[in-house]
Each structure stands twice: as structure tokens, then as C-alpha cells.
């Protein structure tokens, strides 16, 4: 694998949707006995949904780019692995596969996103450019559920065309590309592989770049070893909600495709690789603040940023005239950061988190802060900027826009002022992601 890795070429930016497309059309149209493209599916917007599927082993594996449209690596990842697929008919033969390879699962929120694909590489840059949908919009959040008091049937179409797939194929691997932001890497598996696990803990230091040994994604995340943690079950999740006292069914919408895919068996790996490195996401040293405290001024900070971004979209709530998908995510996502200011409270009062805290979990918490500001902060202001582009400049959304843009420019800063952050070459990232992939597929 070692050297299959050393396959992937320099880049010096993300591709765009078009450009995915055209790479998968073209090697389609090169290689007409050994590739064929086809459309699985129309995205919201109209956009068509490319999968293109090489060679003819007897297991499937679909991988799949853009689950989430911020999250470009693997757009380059699935048009180099198809590249290799089709060109080298040994490496292809080796695989045992029949390869299904999704583009972009989510073209109309990718194409939001593509403001800072070819950078400047800065958190600014990126978060002033920055989309995500509204949590009943994602591909990854919208496939059906039911547990307890919580019901989710809402499938959008980008997700419907990924559940056919997975039906038609019954795959023995699967992935869909996902990626973080800064700090180390860390994956998920849908089940403990101790041999795939040893694999994928290897790979980022091959480039120099830290493990992720912080904090989860969330506190329901079960850990299998370090930096690899068991999928995310809606079921888990919804159990630890409720544990603490909340309303699960408020926080939690549909499931995700390793939930769908259970019912084959299938091997799913996600690799989270960040576009900023930091030393500090692998340093377990003990730092003189205890846990607890960290956490409690962790839940303080995100409070007070829930209350600067709730008072700006009250403030022009009843002048908006758009539906804009800027307008629906804010209004999804802001609510969410009072939710996470409880849950913190509410973890630090357990009596195993009085003690110290390490330098990577201050870490973490700090850079999560960083990315919740940067990520909805920036989706807040460009609702804003686009109800100032089309002519709605009442004087509430001026005001607000203004004192907004105030803010987010003292949270940028903050954000990349002596954070030891350094940007990660986009080779690098590919070749991690593609020998994730590798990988996985070989252990399926």
C-alpha cells in the first residue's frame, strides 16, 4: 500500500463539482470496457448525481465524496482512485472489487462552499465562505429513524439516491469522505478491526501529521483504542441525551448510512483529517486546570456565543424575505449551541472528570469553540450579506450585519492568532484518505 500511495500527485487546491464530474466523465469515456457513469440520482437543485463503476470482482464497495459540502478532499480522493482503477488493470484486478464511485453526494451545498477551495488556506478565508446545511438538509442525517419518542422519515432525494445504491449493490465496503478541520486525525469503524485499526493509525505519521487523542465528536462516541472510535449510533446518543436530562428528539433528526448498512454486513471506515494541523491534538500531558474547569468555561463561552448570534437573528427574523439555505441553517444550527452549553454543564458535575485535564483535550475544546464561531457565525453573516445583495437593506439587518462582521472578525482572529495551526499539504490528506480506503477495502 506503501507505495500506491506514492500515486497520489501534488495539488494546490479542491476541486470543484464540475471538475469531480468532468475527471469521472472523461475517464468514462477513455475507458468505455472497463468504466461506466451513471446517474443515480438528481440533487434538490436539479444537479445530477454521477456515479461512475469500474471493474467486475465479485464484491461491491461504494465510496462516496461530499456527504457534507465543506468537506472537499474527497473530491480528489474518488477521482485518483478511479483514475488508478481504470489505467492500471493489475491494481484494479487485485481489489476484488466492482467499484461504485459517487462524485459528490451533495452538489448544491458543495457549490456554497467552493468560495474557498482554492484558498487563501486561512480560517478567515474559510469560515467567511463557509456552508453546511440545516440538519434535516444533510445526506448523512436523513436516513429514516424511529427510537423512543424520536421519528424521521424525511429522506431527502441526494440520500434516497445513496440508499438505492446501497440496495442495488449490497457492498462489502463502504465509506463515504468526510473530513474535520484542525487539530490530528481519527477515524470511525462500524465495528472493531484491531488489524484495519493498527493500519490507519499508521498512515498520518507517514506525513507527519498528529492523531487526534481529545475529545470525541460527542460524549456518546464510544472509544475502541486511541484516535478510532465506534460509528456514532442515533440509538447511543438518543440513551446519553436522555441520561442527562435533555429532550433527545429535539437534538437528534435521522440516522446515517452506517445505520442503513447493517442489514449486509458491510465494513465502513470514515477517515476525519483536518486542513490545519497542531501539535497539541496528540499531547497527553496534564496542564494544572482541572477537567471540570475546563469543560464549565468551555459550556460559558459557547453560551455566550449562543446569546451574540440568537440576539442577531431575532433582531432580523422579521425582516428576512428569503428562505435562503443560509436563513434555514442558522435557524437550525444557532439553537443548537444552548444545547451544547447545557451538555457540558452537565458533564463537568460527574465526578470522573475531576481531575486534571490534558493538553489535548484543552485543545480540542478550544478548537471545536473556534470551529462552532467560524462555522455559524460565517453561515449567519452571508444570510445576512444576502439579504443586503438582493436589496433588503432594512435598517435592523444593516444594523445587525455590521455589528455581526464586528464580532466574527474578533473570532477569526482569535482563531489563528498563536494557534500553532499549520496547513496540511492537500497531497497529504489525499494520500491519507486513499490509503484509508485501501485499507478498509482490503480488510472487508
Not at 317 to 332: E, G, I, Q, Y
Request: aromatic share 10%.
Amino acid at each position: 500500500m506503501i507505495d500506491e500511495l506514492d500515486s497520489v500527485p501534488e495539488y494546490t487546491r479542491f476541486a470543484t463539482v464540475d471538475e469531480v464530474h468532468e475527471r469521472l466523465t472523461a475517464l468514462s469515456a477513455s475507458h468505455p470496457g472497463t468504466a461506466t457513469l451513471r446517474r443515480i440520482g438528481t440533487s434538490r437543485l436539479g444537479d445530477p448525481m454521477l456515479c461512475l463503476t469500474v471493474g467486475d470482482g465479485p464484491r461491491h464497495a461504494i465510496v462516496a465524496a461530499g456527504p457534507h459540502p465543506n468537506e472537499p478532499i474527497g473530491g480528489l480522493t474518488v477521482t485518483h482512485l478511479a483514475g488508478r482503477l481504470c489505467e492500471d488493470r493489475a491494481f484494479r484486478e487485485s481489489t476484488g472489487y466492482t467499484w461504485h464511485i459517487v462524485g459528490c453526494l451533495d452538489p448544491d451545498g458543495t457549490r456554497l462552499n467552493e468560495g474557498w477551495f482554492a484558498g487563501p488556506f486561512t480560517k478567515s478565508h474559510y469560515g467567511r465562505h463557509f456552508y453546511r446545511p440545516a440538519g434535516t438538509e444533510q445526506v448523512e442525517w436523513t436516513f429514516p429513524f424511529s427510537y423512543k419518542k424520536a421519528y424521521f422519515d424525511r429522506v431527502i432525494p441526494e440520500t434516497l439516491a445513496l440508499m438505492r445504491l446501497i440496495d442495488e449493490t449490497k457492498p462489502a465496503f463502504f465509506t463515504t469522505l468526510h473530513n474535520g478541520e484542525a487539530g490530528g486525525v481519527f477515524y470511525y469503524l462500524n465495528r472493531a478491526e484491531p488489524a484495519l485499526q493498527a493500519e490507519l493509525k499508521a498512515l498520518p505519521a507517514r506525513y507527519g501529521i498528529p492523531l487526534h487523542t481529545g475529545e470525541a465528536e460527542h460524549p456518546s462516541v464510544k472509544l475502541l483504542e486511541e484516535a478510532i472510535y465506534l460509528m456514532p449510533d442515533m440509538q447511543d446518543a438518543y440513551d446519553y441525551l436522555e441520561s442527562l436530562g435533555q429532550d433527545p428528539a429535539e437534538h437528534i433528526t435521522g440516522a446515517a448510512s452506517d445505520s442503513y448498512i447493517k442489514k449486509y454486513g458491510t465494513l465502513s471506515v470514515v477517515a476525519e483529517l483536518p486542513y490545519w494541523s497542531n501539535a497539541a491534538a496528540d499531547d497527553p500531558t496534564p496542564v494544572e486546570r482541572s477537567y471540570r474547569d475546563v469543560l464549565l468555561a468551555q459550556a460559558a463561552e459557547t453560551r455566550a456565543t449562543h446569546e451574540i448570534l440568537d440576539r442577531t437573528l431575532a433582531g432580523v427574523s422579521r425582516d428576512l424575505v428569503t428562505d435562503s439555505p443560509f436563513v434555514r441553517a442558522s435557524r437550525s444550527f444557532i439553537p443548537m449551541f444552548a444545547g451544547l452549553a447545557d451538555l457540558d454543564e452537565r458533564r463537568a458535575k460527574a465526578e470522573e472528570n475531576d481531575r486534571p485535564a490534558t493538553v489535548a483535550e484543552v485543545f480540542s475544546l478550544r478548537s471545536n469553540l473556534d470551529s462552532f464561531r467560524l462555522r455559524f457565525g460565517g453561515i449567519l453573516l452571508r444570510a445576512l450579506n444576502g439579504e443586503l445583495a438582493i436589496g433588503n437593506g432594512t435598517p435592523a439587518i444593516r444594523a445587525h450585519a455590521r455589528a455581526l462582521d464586528e464580532v466574527y472578525t474578533r473570532w477569526c482572529d482569535e482563531a489563528e492568532t498563536g494557534s500553532g495551526d499549520e496547513i496540511i499539504p492537500i497531497r497529504h490528506l489525499v494520500a491519507i484518505q486513499y490509503g484509508a480506503i485501501l485499507a478498509g477495502a482490503r480488510r472487508a
